[in-house]
């Protein structure tokens, strides 16, 4: 059995090989290790082989093990967010993936506002059309992003999203090619950059690199299967 430090390790390796097929650099892309489910233990040792961004999908989850790891660490919560956490999620995370619906995005707003915060954030976006998929349909964006983009506090930086689940990583191709063109599309009649696409999976992120994506979210890959 490889380490984690091992596996974390070829995961990177993957991550620049991926850049350099698709002629970009390998400063473009960040690693987010996923760590929901292990204890500070273990999130300690990627810690220990030079992992400082995590990713957590539960609000409650994090309130535990972000105090217990050094305040070095960068936090993103890629999970659905509930009203009713976000309070609590704002200083716990430097970016909100999943806002997938424009309810939640006002709520960020406004309890930013109360917090004195502005929260970065990414869209969701439902690109494959699966029912059991949160997420905006690209139809749903396209109408609701300049309301979104004007929110006082809160900063959309991209867009996020999920491929189905499918044994080929090529299967999920088309669907990170369509984020990314959605986002070509909506940053051009913004003129808002939203650089960030978080795209990408243990299964599949080497091929959400080559269609674009800048954040990767890989968990069982580095930490084993949960
Ligand atoms: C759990 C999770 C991941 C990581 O999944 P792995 O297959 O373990 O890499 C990525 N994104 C989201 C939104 C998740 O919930």
Do not use: C
Not at 44 to 70: H, M, Y
Not at 202 to 214: F, T
């Amino acid at each position: 059995m490889p380490s984690l430090a091992e596996n974390l390790e070829s995961v990177r390796e993957n991550i620049s090989a991926a850049t350099r097929r698709a002629g970009r650099e390998a400063s473009s892309v960040q690693l987010i290790a996923v760590s929901k489910t292990y204890p500070a233990e273990v999130i300690r040792e990627a810690v220990d082989a030079g992992q400082e961004l995590f990713g957590e999908n539960r609000v409650q989850e994090a309130l535990i093990k972000v105090p217990a790891l050094p305040g070095s660490l960068r936090w993103h919560l890629i999970g659905h967010l509930q009203s009713n956490k976000v309070r609590k999620a704002l200083p716990l995370f430097e970016l909100i993936h999943g806002v997938d619906t424009t309810d939640l995005a006002k709520d960020i707003d406004r309890i930013a506002a109360e917090e004195g915060m502005s929260p970065r954030i990414l869209l969701e976006v439902n690109v494959s059309g699966e029912g059991s998929k949160h997420g905006f349909s690209p139809e749903n964006l396209e109408r609701e992003l300049e309301g979104l983009l004007a929110l006082p506090r809160v900063q959309v930086e991209g867009f996020m999203t999920m491929a189905p689940l499918a044994q080929d990583p090529e299967s999920a191709r088309p669907y990170f090619a369509a984020l990314r063109e959605l986002r070509d599309r909506m940053s051009q009649k913004s003129g808002i950059p939203l650089g960030t696409l978080s795209m990408g999976m243990s299964g599949d992120y080497q091929v959400a690199v080559e269609e674009g994506a800048n954040l990767v979210r890989v968990g069982s890959a580095i930490f084993g299967s949960r």
